[in-house]
């Protein structure tokens, strides 16, 4: 059977294409749990073409399993990192009954170094007057 727990497959199409995976459970008759070198995640068995090796997994095996099932075989296997969290402030509204409800801001320290709206038009504004007077004047 081609889509069997511990078959070697090479992903073809999307980003992940031309990187070997393994599939780790069988979730649908053509949708499939891959992982590997490719990111771990449900794939379409027409985007993957089957290889005649097999490795020894359990269904629904985790990530330090394959990983370690891959290193047996000498290949990479991908490493995500997970997302930093990031502390946010926490605003404070008061509701017309006057109770106080707590809301969580998202940190904009990325976008607060960039200019703002009005710098931009008014830099605009200045290049336009420069430009204007460097023109000579038709007579």
């Known amino acids: 059977m081609l889509n069997e727990v511990g078959r070697l497959?090479?992903?073809?199409?999307?980003?992940?294409?031309?990187?070997?995976?393994?599939?780790?459970?069988?979730?649908?008759?053509?949708?499939?749990?891959?992982?590997?070198?490719?990111r771990r995640r449900k794939c379409n068995m027409l985007h993957l073409e089957p290889l005649s090796k097999t490795i020894d997994i359990a269904k629904g095996a985790s990530h330090a399993e394959v990983k370690k099932a891959f290193a047996a075989l000498n290949m990479e296997v991908l490493e995500t990192k997970p997302k930093n969290s990031?502390?946010?402030?926490?605003?404070?509204?008061?509701n017309r009954q006057g109770t106080v409800e707590k809301k969580v801001k998202k940190d904009k320290s990325k976008k607060s170094e960039k200019p703002a709206k009005k710098e931009k038009l008014e830099k605009a504004e200045k290049v336009e007057k420069t430009e204007k007077k460097e023109l000579p004047k038709k007579e």
Do not use: Q
Request: charged share 35%; glycine share 6%; net charge neutral.
């Open 86 to 94: 990031v502390e946010r402030e926490k605003k404070i509204k008061v």
């Open 9 to 38: 497959c090479v992903k073809i199409a999307g980003r992940d294409a031309n990187k070997v995976c393994v599939i780790v459970d069988v979730l649908d008759n053509n949708i499939v749990l891959i992982d590997g070198e490719t």
